[in-house]
């Protein structure tokens, strides 16, 4: 009697648990959006939040139809339509306003490494996605792992192949010409006044891991802030080719960065002397790496550099 009223009881359980798990597809919770879409995002979100300028890049280039809620503090110059009133201003990419988020009301929020501290909060709004170009070993993979997985949401298939395909025309041709003339690479941010490195695996690691160009500093620190350093380490390094990322151009903080072109220790490099010290699109490499737009631009520095 006892065994048999346990068999009931387990049935009883069984049956709750589908009907519940039944409910949740039904309800459209999180479980019943997987159908075609990686992670179990619902298909083409109507309002969504984009914290990333790279993603706000990729929207814009895929032709994206949502109603956008964006940061427009530092927002891109080639991005300013975004600032129009159609769209809903959310603060900056590190100070947006929670309260102007949740009275949005939307669908989805894409989130980057800037503010992945919130990822928990902000998922209690909605459904974050989180772009993670600027700290994964691979950025090309993961910026073209976004571009196809936004072209699913938003059925842009099509147009995402397409500019994939793009790009890795683009970083083949670049790695072609580097195997012709392999220039070791030293990639630096110049920030008031301040400079520091970056290396393979580092958030401009794509120069090095995707593009093929050499290393200069194999010994490089990975770390999202680079490494620091001055313009001895530059000279013992001695890189063949410069690439500088101006921060504080990027924020419009009027700090002046120009001592690195202008400078008698760095002048002795094989870069200075070359005429190889490049200044990059500090919108581009610092605001909104990862998009489709950015990326292509950035492919395309690095080609003109290495062609000089």
């Known amino acids: 009697m006892k065994l048999e009223k346990i068999k009931i009881v387990k049935i009883t359980i069984a049956l709750a648990l589908g009907i519940a798990l039944v409910a949740m597809f039904f309800k459209g919770g999180k479980s019943s959006a997987t159908i075609g879409i990686d992670g179990g995002f619902k298909q083409s979100p109507a309002r969504v939040v984009v914290l990333d300028y790279g993603t706000l890049d990729t929207f814009d280039a895929l032709g994206v139809e949502a109603k956008l809620a964006v940061p427009k503090s530092y927002m891109p110059n080639y991005l300013s339509k975004y600032k129009a009133g159609e769209y809903e201003n959310v603060g900056g990419v590190k100070e947006f306003n929670l309260e102007t988020i949740n009275s949005f009301k939307p669908d989805l929020i894409v989130i980057s490494a800037r503010q992945q501290d919130y990822e928990n909060k902000l998922s209690e709004i909605a459904p974050v996605y989180f772009v993670k170009t600027a700290i994964v070993q691979d950025q090309f993979a993961e910026t073209k792992k976004n571009i196809e997985f936004f072209g699913k949401l938003f059925g842009r298939e099509e147009a995402a192949k397409k500019a994939i395909s793009e790009l890795e025309a683009a970083a083949r041709k670049v790695r072609e010409k580097v195997s012709k003339n392999p220039l070791r690479t030293l990639v630096l941010i110049a920030n008031d006044g301040k400079l520091s490195a970056f290396g393979s695996g580092s958030r401009f690691g794509f120069v090095y891991d995707a593009l093929g160009l050499p290393q200069a500093d194999a010994n490089i620190k990975v770390g999202r802030h680079g490494q620091l350093v001055n313009f001895e380490y530059i000279a013992e390094v001695n890189p063949d080719l410069i690439l500088v990322v101006d921060r504080s151009a990027a924020i419009g ?8 072109f202008d400078n008698p220790i760095v002048a002795g490099t094989n870069a200075a ?21 950015s990326m292509g631009k950035m492919i395309a520095e690095v080609e003109r550099a290495i062609s000089k």
């Open 253 to 260: 903080s009027g700090a002046d960065n120009t001592k690195i």
């Open 273 to 293: 002397k070359s005429g190889r010290i490049v200044r990059l699109d500090p919108e581009c490499w610092y605001l909104s790496g990862g998009g489709i737009e």
